[in-house]
């Protein structure tokens, strides 16, 4: 009778007695993403701006107009903060909201000619971060890491 055999190490498992924080890839995913948000956070103040509104500008730039529910999607963030930050942004006239066409209750989002010029500073102002941040990858280990974190993305629950 064959018996299946344990993986030799669980050091990444946080549930087995031979788990070791530094071979788990949630420990290195948060301390990624942590150094990150304080990098860009600090770049992002000396431009008067800040994450938030950053992604909001970074999703309406690719994604052209949005709801403020894709957006809320795309930023994994919750709907009522996206909304909010979406009508900080207005006022400080980075985007424009407008009712969808054929569904009042979608609001879209555009980003204005003020909100264009400000993803130029940004741009400026976070060059840096993401030079230094993949200095030593080449183009084939990127494209690895990203197609291993959606993969990891996609096995996690939604909610």
């Known amino acids: 009778m064959a018996t299946t055999r344990p993986p030799r190490?669980?050091?990444y498992n946080p549930a087995s007695d031979d788990f070791?924080?530094?071979?788990?890839?949630?420990?290195?995913?948060a301390r990624v993403h942590g150094r990150y948000a304080l990098a860009m956070e600090k770049a992002l103040k000396k431009v008067g701006l800040d994450i938030p509104r950053w992604r909001i500008l970074f999703i309406l730039k690719e994604e052209g107009i949005s709801s403020i529910s894709e957006i809320a999607i795309h930023a994994i963030a919750k709907l009522p903060t996206v909304t909010k930050t979406v009508y900080r942004m207005k006022d400080d006239g980075l985007?424009?909201?407008?009712?969808?066409?054929?569904d009042g209750?979608?609001?879209?989002?555009?980003i204005t000619e003020k909100g264009q010029r400000a993803i130029?500073?940004?741009?400026?102002?976070?060059r840096?971060?993401?030079?230094?941040?993949?200095?030593?990858?080449?183009?084939?280990?990127?494209?690895?890491?990203?197609?291993?974190l959606e993969q990891l993305f996609h096995n996690l629950p939604e909610h």
Not at 95 to 102: A, F, L, N, P
Not at 120 to 126: G, W
């Open 128 to 148: 840096d971060i993401f030079r230094h941040s993949f200095k030593g990858m080449t183009e084939a280990q990127i494209k690895r890491l990203n197609k291993l």
């Open 105 to 110: 209750r979608v609001t879209e989002v555009i």
């Open 9 to 11: 190490s669980q050091r």
């Open 20 to 29: 070791h924080k530094e071979d788990f890839p949630f420990y290195w995913l």
């Open 95 to 102: 985007v424009e909201t407008r009712q969808k066409s054929d």
């Open 120 to 126: 130029e500073v940004i741009q400026e102002a976070t």
